[in-house]
């Protein structure tokens, strides 16, 4: 009998919904299947990225939290319907205690062939610690999100952030085998002189980077979003000044499209929601740690999936269709726009609550 991952836990492993005839996959209403599921499995970090957090932030409390056997079931929900990839965000996802029991108990889908890709996005605090387990319950790649490779602006744009161990983590993280992807947020008058440094650094490591543009999130009241915003179009038109910018068409079934630099053969990911909107084929939702099904990350509306999993735990079909209730609502596209130089389409929920 195969170890119970949730047995330190006091928990059961959910099981019940992973057997059965496949069923009709998830379908929008534009006619987009629904393939990737982001799930933020905590609102807690060890940062405070201004970007992301107000620095005096208040966490949800324990009870509000899906359980990690929750965690499970509504995972495996997804993956039952369709879902092939799922990337597990938070806040920082590998501060959640026990969060290790959950990717081990996914690995599970893995070794089924009913997921493509396990995988995780994080501020790297945490892998050295953690970079060999995730290895081996499955993870392949990692994305961290890093904006500087100054140790003082770090400092100052994470508020509690320490570079070092980031850069440890990293470490470790290749030692362990693992595909890193760098996540830099282009912020105007803070890394636009090191679009170069980083671009360079992450070449010679042989790690993937992906510029993204901040959205207009959270606590707008205390940060400048329209002073922190960069456009990608300029940072490519700054690229370009000293390589040949080829752009590709691979898509890696996220919002990300790609270049690659002649000179080097470096990928280069840009993710654009303002300057070029990718709606069209959005093929994702987010879950939130307290189950709420977000359909859009640039609109409010969301579905509370906690409700009905509580109410019948032990009934999947139950589940499943209000998911399916919740995708039948999934917008055409986000409002998000900066282009009148105000911030127009923002939302008032923090990044760390709906996990990026």
Known sequence: ????PYAATGTATVSAQDSGAAPAPLIDPFARAITYLR???TDRCDFRCVYCMSENMNFLPKKELLTLEELDAMSTAFVRLGVRKLRITGGEPLVRKGIMTYFQA???HLDSGALDELTLTTNGSQLERFAADLAACGVRRVNISLDTLD???????????RLPQVLRGIDAAQQAGLRVKINTV???GFNEDELFALQAWCAERDMDLTFIEVMPMGDLGNEDRIGQYWSLTDLQARLAERFTVTELAERSGGPARYVRLEETGQKLGFITPLTHNFCESCNRVRLTCTGELYMCLG?????????PLRARPDDAAHLEQAIR???RLKPKGHDFDYSRQEVAGQMTRHMSHTGG
């Open 39 to 41: 799930v933020s499995v």
């Open 325 to 327: 209730a919740a995708i």
């Open 151 to 161: 140790e003082a602006k770090f400092a100052r744009v994470t508020r509690w952030g």
């Open 299 to 307: 609109q409010e509306d969301m579905a509370d999936l906690r409700a």
């Open 106 to 108: 996914m690995s599970r």
């Open 186 to 188: 282009a912020l105007k």
């Open 1 to 4: 009998m195969p170890k119970d």
